[in-house]
C-alpha cells in the first residue's frame, strides 16, 4: 500500500505506521476501532530485500462521539476535547502536542508537525479533525507498543542497536550505515551513547517506514534497486524534508 496517494496535494492519505488500521479504506473515510496506547500485533509476513514485510505499516465536526470513529476510546475523545478550546471541532500543532504531551510524552514540536504532514485533513491541512486525531492516536499506540518491546534494558530509551532490532521487527531491514546517519542526528555531543527516546524514535520510524514505501513503489520486484528521475526524487524525499522543519 502506498504512502501517500499523491505527493503535494491529495484528499486521500495512507499514515505511516506499523501497520494501517483493518478498516482502513483508500478515500481515507473509514477508520478502524481506535484504543489508548496498546500493545503492537505481528502482522502476515513476507521475505524480500527489505527483510520481513509487514502488512499495511470539510467543516466542523460535532462534539460527544458523532465526530469520531465508532469504538473510540473515552480518553481519545477527552483528550482532543480538552486541547480544542475554541470548540472548533479542529485542533492546529500547538494543541495537538498539547494533547500528545499528556498522553505519551513531551513531543518536540517538529515531530508533531510531520505527525500533522502525515494525518493531514483532507479538506484542512493545518488542523486536525475527530478522525484523523484517533487515527494518529492509534498509530502512535502501535509504535509505542514496538518501543516498549524493544527497550530490552527497560532503561526508558532506545540505542542503537535497539533501534535496529525494532525496525528490522517492522519490516525494515536498514544497512548500518543508515541507521548510524540517521541516529547521528540526536547526537548532542556530550560524548555519552545516544539514545533515543519515544518521540525522536516515532520520528525516525515514520521517516524511514515512509520513504521506504514510496521507493518500493518503483521497486516492484523488492530487489533493493529502482529507478528515479530529479523530478521524481526529488517529489518523494522533499515532503520528509520540510513538513517538520
Same mark, same amino acid.
Given at each position: ?9 491529495? $484528499?486521500? @492519505? ?16 473509514? @477508520? *478502524? ?5 496498546s500493545n @503492537? ?24 462521539? *458523532? ?8 480518553? =481519545? ?5 480538552m486541547?480544542?478550546?475554541?470548540? $472548533?471541532?479542529?485542533?492546529?500543532e ?19 508537525r ?9 479538506? &484542512? ?19 509505542r ?9 527497560? $532503561?526508558?530509551?532506545? &540505542?542503537?542497536?535497539?533501534?535496529? &532490532? ?10 548500518? %550505515?543508515?541507521?548510524? =546517519?540517521?541516529? *547521528?542526528?540526536?547526537? !548532542?555531543? %556530550? ?11 516515532? !520520528?525516525?520510524? =515514520? ?5 521506504? !514505501? ?14 528515479? &528521475?530529479?523530478?521524481?526524487?526529488m517529489?518523494? =524525499?522533499?515532503?520528509?524534508?520540510? *513538513?517538520?522543519?
Open positions: 500500500m502506498s504512502f501517500f496517494s499523491k505527493i503535494f496535494h491529495s $484528499s486521500s @492519505y495512507a499514515p505511516s505506521a506499523p501497520s494501517l488500521p483493518e478498516s482502513y479504506d483508500q478515500r481515507g473515510q473509514t @477508520y *478502524s476501532t481506535t484504543s489508548y496506547p @503492537y500485533s505481528h502482522q502476515q509476513q513476507q521475505q524480500s530485500y527489505y527483510g520481513q514485510g509487514t502488512s499495511g505499516g470539510g467543516g466542523g465536526y460535532s462534539y460527544g462521539h *458523532s465526530g469520531f470513529p465508532p469504538g473510540t476510546s473515552p480518553d =481519545v475523545i477527552r483528550s482532543f476535547e486541547v480544542d478550546r475554541d470548540r $472548533s471541532g479542529f485542533i492546529n500547538n494543541e495537538l502536542q498539547q494533547a500528545l504531551s499528556s498522553g505519551y510524552q513531551r513531543f518536540h514540536i517538529k515531530t508533531v510531520l505527525l500533522m504532514f502525515l494525518f493531514k485533513n483532507p479538506h &484542512d491541512s493545518l488542523r486536525l479533525g475527530p478522525k484523523e486525531f484517533a487515527a494518529l492516536w492509534s498509530c502512535l499506540g502501535q509504535w507498543g514496538i518501543y516498549e518491546r524493544y527497550d530490552r534494558d527497560r $532503561s526508558g530509551k532506545i &540505542d542503537l542497536f535497539e533501534l535496529r &532490532d525494532a525496525l528490522y521487527g517492522i519490516g525494515l531491514a536498514t544497512p548500518s %550505515s543508515v541507521l548510524q =546517519v540517521l541516529i *547521528s542526528k540526536y547526537d !548532542e555531543g %556530550s560524548g555519552r551513547k545516544i539514545e533515543l527516546n519515544f518521540d525522536s524514535f516515532v !520520528e525516525c520510524g =515514520v521517516i524511514l517506514k515512509g520513504l521506504t !514505501e514510496k521507493f518500493k513503489e518503483k521497486d516492484k520486484g523488492y530487489t533493493g534497486t529502482a529507478s528515479f &528521475d530529479y523530478n521524481e526524487f517529489s518523494m =524525499v522533499i515532503p520528509f524534508l520540510v *513538513s517538520h522543519d
